[in-house]
């Protein structure tokens, strides 16, 4: 079994910064392709940024510029650091993981953390 565990998320002004932690614990032999999701209210979840193991990323277009995603595969943990934030970033944003454990291989989601950007 997989946990993820995220924080980070809050309540900022525009133009304001936050930096999202997912930390996954468990019987984690592999983390493949790692990401951001959102999810505004009355919408769609959609990507935010996405990263795979080898370090490739690939933003949605509102964010290029001044989201980053990164990875330390030592501690299983992805990051999002989330700059200049506009109001419409407002969202719950869920950690998203590919891993393979002892004996399988699956998806996990973490539990999503709320970013509200308000003056």
């Known amino acids: 079994q997989v946990q993820l565990v995220e924080s980070g998320g809050g309540l900022v002004q525009p133009g304001g910064s936050l930096r999202l932690s997912c930390a996954a614990s468990?019987?984690?032999?592999?983390?493949?392709?790692t990401g951001w999701y959102r999810q505004a209210p009355g919408k769609q979840r959609e990507l935010a940024a996405i990263i795979t193991s080898g370090g490739s990323t690939n933003y949605e277009d509102s964010v290029k510029g001044r989201f980053t995603i990164s990875r330390d595969n030592t501690k299983n943990t992805v990051y999002l650091q989330m700059n200049s934030l506009k109001p419409e970033d407002t969202a719950v944003y869920y950690c998203?993981?590919?891993?393979?454990?002892?004996?399988?291989?699956?998806?996990?989601w973490g539990q999503g953390t709320q970013v509200t950007v308000s003056s």
């Open positions: 998203y993981v590919d891993v393979r454990t002892i004996g399988s291989r699956g998806n996990y």
């Open positions: 468990g019987s984690i032999l592999s983390m493949y392709a």
